[in-house]
C-alpha cells in the first residue's frame, strides 16, 4: 500500500482559493492513478478528480462536473506529491477532502476502486 498525508486545509471566504497537498510514500508513485474525494457532514464520499499517469511525468486529470474549470490538479511523480489547487470556493466546496491511491495506473471515479487513502484534511469555505 501507498502511504498518503494530506496537507493545506484550512477556513476560505467564498470565492478565494486554497490549494491541497498529498505526499505519498512507500511504493512506486508511477504506476499508481491519484485522486481527491471529498466528503461532506451527511453525505457520501464524492469523486473530485483523478490523475491517470501516462509518462515523462505527465498526467491526465479529469473532474466532477461540480469542480470542472475551478480546480486544478498537478501530480509530481519525482517527488511523490499529488496537488490540487481549489478557486472560486463555495459553501458547497465545504467537506474533508481526502487523496486517494490506485494500485493500477488509471483513474476512476468509483471510491471502491481505490486501496489507500489519507486521512484527510478540512475544508471550510464561509458564506
Known amino acids: 500500500q501507498v502511504q498518503l498525508v494530506e496537507s493545506g486545509g484550512g477556513l476560505v471566504q467564498a470565492g478565494g482559493s486554497l490549494e491541497l497537498s498529498c505526499a505519498a510514500s512507500?511504493?512506486?508513485?508511477?504506476?499508481?492513478?491519484m485522486a481527491w474525494f471529498r466528503q461532506a457532514p451527511g453525505k457520501e464520499r464524492e469523486f473530485v478528480v483523478g490523475?491517470?499517469?501516462?509518462?515523462?511525468?505527465?498526467?491526465?486529470?479529469n473532474y466532477s462536473d461540480s469542480v470542472k474549470g475551478r480546480f486544478i490538479a498537478t501530480r509530481d511523480n519525482a517527488k511523490n506529491t499529488l496537488s490540487v489547487r481549489m478557486n472560486r470556493l463555495n459553501p458547497e466546496d465545504t467537506a474533508v477532502y481526502y487523496c486517494?491511491?490506485?494500485?493500477?495506473?488509471?483513474?476512476?471515479?468509483?471510491?471502491?476502486?481505490?486501496?489507500?487513502w489519507g486521512q484527510g484534511t478540512q475544508v471550510t469555505v464561509s458564506s
Open positions: 490523475t491517470t499517469y501516462i509518462g515523462a511525468n505527465t498526467f491526465y486529470a
Open positions: 512507500g511504493r512506486t508513485f508511477n504506476n499508481y492513478a
Open positions: 486517494a491511491a490506485r494500485s493500477k495506473s488509471a483513474a476512476t471515479p468509483r471510491r471502491d476502486d481505490y486501496d489507500s
